[in-house]
T-cell receptor, first 110, second 116 residues
């Protein structure tokens, strides 16, 4: 089946630093979505990517749809304490269902 | 986008009982989904809630355990039946918007279920 790989499971950064998260797959995906989940909340959509090579920004967040259609990355610049949370990548592949990665827990040290 | 609400937000239930979770969307949507997120895990699709027909269940999930209703284009319910402690999870409703290769899913706040 289709799988999305996110690693490492946890990341620890200093406030003000930039951080990059990758999401990879052995299968082709036609849409990539990045979500953030805070404790006790549902996932919130950060960025949606629909075309290979597409680079999209949302404030301090930037995400790219890999040219091979098998990967995507999310960058967070100038991190702040409220960036703490779990970041999930998700994608629509050949089966037209949304597949989720396992998520990366981000901690930001003040 | 879509604004989604779920009720209850959390509950503590005794084993053997059932709980019905409600999901309300602020606009009419064709595709609604129910997910389960076990503690510390990612999201797993339970079923697609189809308006006017039976839900479509994923492997490992059955209608007798997770009956779903979808009476209209803005509302759905998921029942967790004959609960056991293994059913303790977050249950999330989502809706799909867009089309033509530009689909997106938006999620509700989730229902946190603890089964004793």
């Amino acid at each position: 089946g289709q799988q999305l790989n996110q690693s490492p499971q946890s990341m620890f950064i200093q406030e003000g630093e930039d951080v990059s998260m990758n999401c990879t797959s052995s299968s082709i995906f036609n849409t990539w979505l990045w979500y953030k989940q805070d404790p006790g909340e549902g996932p919130v959509l950060l960025i949606a990517l629909y075309k290979a090579g597409e680079l999209t920004s949302n404030g301090r967040l930037t995400a790219q749809f890999g040219i091979t259609r098998k990967d995507s990355f999310l960058n967070i610049s100038a991190s702040i304490p409220s960036d703490v949370g779990i970041y999930f990548c998700a994608g629509y592949g050949a089966n037209s269902k949304l597949t989720f990665g396992k998520g990366i827990t981000l901690s930001v040290r003040p | 986008s879509a604004v989604i609400s779920q009720k209850p937000s959390r509950d503590i239930c005794q084993r053997g009982t059932s709980l019905t979770i409600q999901c309300q969307v602020d606009s009419q949507v064709t595709m609604m989904f129910w997910y389960r997120q076990q503690p510390g895990q990612s999201l797993t699709l339970i079923a697609t809630a189809n308006q006017g027909s039976e839900a479509t269940y994923e492997s490992g999930f059955v209608i007798d355990k997770f009956p779903i209703s979808r009476p209209n284009l803005t509302f759905s319910t998921l029942t967790v039946s004959n609960m056991s402690p293994e059913d303790s999870s977050i249950y999330l409703c989502s809706v799909q918007t867009g089309g033509g290769g530009e689909e997106t899913q938006y999620f509700g706040p989730g229902t946190r279920l603890l089964v004793l």
